[in-house]
């Protein structure tokens, strides 16, 4: 059996990764309702690639009031919402036999409420980034679908890269800001040729040298991780090697990491799942 020769590069996704996924918040604002879980995301996929979600974080448009509208439109369309019901019926012959009228879906709090959830550094992944880090021996890169907050939204920030989790990274690709998205295989092209850029600028260095980096980066050198099975997918197809995230689970992908570079990464959180919360105390209809 072939041993796979060392990463030069880690490249991580943001959201879901390296902070608490959105998709917390949008599974606990369906079980709040009582919705069948995975609608919000079922309708959101089946927007792509024009609806509003996708055109905002390809940049194309801005985060405001012409955009919540949009976006709520995205998630109250009926035909779109027969065919998830009709297709979770297959499954569960529980649900009523008679498709009920499109749940009414606060998709301005929603958004927020995402978007806010998935600022806290999640408690696995976050330790080992920074110890990684430490390491000094890998390029660390991050790939991301991002939103661009204007001035006068909680989350603005005037220089986007210098946040505690950014700046972590060597090279940071965000969706927003290069006009693309995965899994659009143009922006893992646009990734690879990023952290083949840092590593031919930075050969000459002693890290450089040490590392191999005169050479560039070539696809197989790059593991990818991601909480989205689409986004690995296409990662794989660009011959980029992979590790899936679980929701609410990350400490299975450090273990992962941690064989991969023979690191000790954990930090010292429990390893127990984070669970959804039923509770639905701030779910708005």
Request: include cysteine; hydrophobic fraction near 40%; charge should be neutral.
């Given at each position: ?11 991580f ?5 390296c902070?608490i ?32 979600w ?73 330790p ?11 390029i660390?890169a991050a ?33 927003a ?23 031919r ?14 050479d560039?980066?070539?696809p197989?050198e790059?593991?990818f991780l ?19 995230v ?5 400490f ?18 429990p ?7 039923l ?6 209809l």
């Amino acid at each position: 059996m072939v041993t796979p020769k060392p990463p030069k590069v880690l490249l991580f996704d943001i959201g879901g990764v390296c902070v608490i996924s959105p998709f917390q918040s949008i599974l606990d604002y369906e079980l709040s309702l009582g919705i069948p879980p995975g609608w919000i995301n079922y309708s959101l996929s089946k927007t792509a690639p024009s609806g509003f979600w996708h055109r905002l974080e390809r940049g194309e448009i801005s985060l405001d009031d012409a955009f919540y509208a949009g976006f709520s439109r995205d998630l109250h369309d009926p035909v779109r919402w027969n065919a998830f019901y009709t297709l979770q019926r297959s499954k569960n012959p529980d649900l009523a036999r008679e498709i009920p009228p499109v749940p009414k879906l606060d998709g301005k709090w929603l958004f927020n409420d995402m978007m806010t959830s998935s600022t806290s550094p999640d408690p696995w992944m976050y330790p080992a980034l920074k110890n990684l880090k430490a390491s000094g021996k890998f390029i660390l890169a991050a790939l991301s679908n991002t939103v661009i907050f204007p001035p006068g939204h909680a989350l603005h920030r005037e220089d986007f890269l210098t946040d505690p989790l950014r700046s972590l990274f060597d090279v940071f690709v965000s969706s927003a800001h290069v006009g693309l998205r995965k899994p659009d295989p143009k922006i893992y092209e646009y990734a690879l040729k990023e952290v083949d850029k840092y590593a031919r600028t930075h050969a000459d260095e002693e890290r450089g040298r040490l590392l191999g980096w005169h050479d560039g980066v070539k696809p197989d050198e790059i593991v990818f991780l991601d909480d989205i099975g689409e986004n690995l997918k296409a990662a794989k197809k660009s011959g980029f090697r992979t590790i899936k995230v679980p929701l609410g689970k990350a400490f299975e992908a450090v273990d992962q990491l941690e064989a991969l570079t023979g690191l000790k990464l954990a930090g010292d959180h429990p390893r127990i799942p984070i669970k959804p919360d039923l509770k639905g105390s701030n779910a708005k209809l």
